[in-house]
Antibody, heavy 121, light 108 residues
Framework: EMQLVESGGGLVQPGGSLRLSCAASGFIFTDYWVHWVRQAPGKGLVWVSRINGDGSNVVYADFVKGRFTISRDNADNTVSLQMSTLSPEDTAVYYC??????????????WGQGTLVTVSS | SYVLTQPPSVSVAPGETARITCGGNNIGSKSVHWYQQKPGQGPVLVIHYDRARPSGIPERFSGSNSGSTATLTISRVEAGDEADYYCQVCENSSDHPVFGGGTKLTVL
């Protein structure tokens, strides 16, 4: 059974950093893009970043460019999201999701349970 | 950026049909995907490529897409269908995924 499990969330002060991890199992990890999507409390879903199967292609939403870095370790079946210069607006549950489709058909066929990041002093 | 518009809420009695719309400029030319999210859980894909059901999704869930509106239809609604539903497409220029604001389905 395929599974995605996020970890690393917590409370961090404004301007601080945090590293999220997504552990994957139950499928051929290198065959898939992996995405991060976030959801602020009581709000909707917002796409954050994606990385391709061998880690050579990464893409970010404009609002995290230069602050967040996505990477993957295919030996460990994990994807990480290094977040820096955090602000209260980054407070959200962060989900990792397996990508499906390509180009304008991209979507997400499986999601984790999410990890909560709270940015507050 | 491309904007998707969903009604904030839809209410339906058990056994009836729920229709959740997703509006966007010429959305009929895009591929629309739908997700169900229950409280405290990650989203679940219920419809992809406008109208296809992933494995394990009941036949009660169906989708359509034409013109400026895509629609998720849930037939014979059950209490367990109560959730937030999100539509999603990709922007033409960047392939960045975009979500609608979500619709809370209440089963009366």
């Amino acid at each position: 059974e395929m599974q995605l499990v996020e970890s690393g969330g917590g409370l961090v002060q404004p301007g601080g950093s945090l590293r999220l991890s997504c552990a994957a199992s139950g499928f051929i990890f290198t065959d898939y893009w992996v995405h991060w999507v976030r959801q602020a409390p009581g709000k909707g879903l917002v796409w954050v970043s994606r990385i391709n199967g061998d880690g050579s292609n990464v893409v970010y939403a404009d609002f995290v460019k230069g602050r967040f870095t996505i990477s993957r370790d295919n030996a460990d079946n994990t994807v990480s999201l290094q977040m820096s210069t955090l602000s209260p607006e980054d407070t959200a549950v962060y989900y990792c999701a397996r990508g499906s489709g390509s180009g304008s058909y991209r979507h997400f066929d499986s999601w984790g349970q999410g990890t909560l990041v709270t940015v507050s002093s | 950026s491309y904007v998707l518009t969903q009604p904030p809420s839809v209410s339906v009695a058990p056994g009836e049909t729920a229709r959740i719309t997703c509006g966007g400029n010429n959305i009929g030319s895009k591929s629309v995907h739908w997700y169900q999210q229950k409280p405290g859980q990650g989203p679940v894909l219920v419809i992809h490529y406008d109208r296809a059901r992933p494995s394990g999704i009941p036949e009660r869930f169906s989708g359509s897409n034409s013109g400026s509106t895509a629609t998720l239809t849930i037939s014979r609604v059950e209490a367990g269908d109560e959730a937030d539903y999100y539509c999603q497409v990709c922007e033409n220029s960047s392939d960045h995924p975009v979500f609608g604001g979500g619709t809370k389905l209440t089963v009366l």
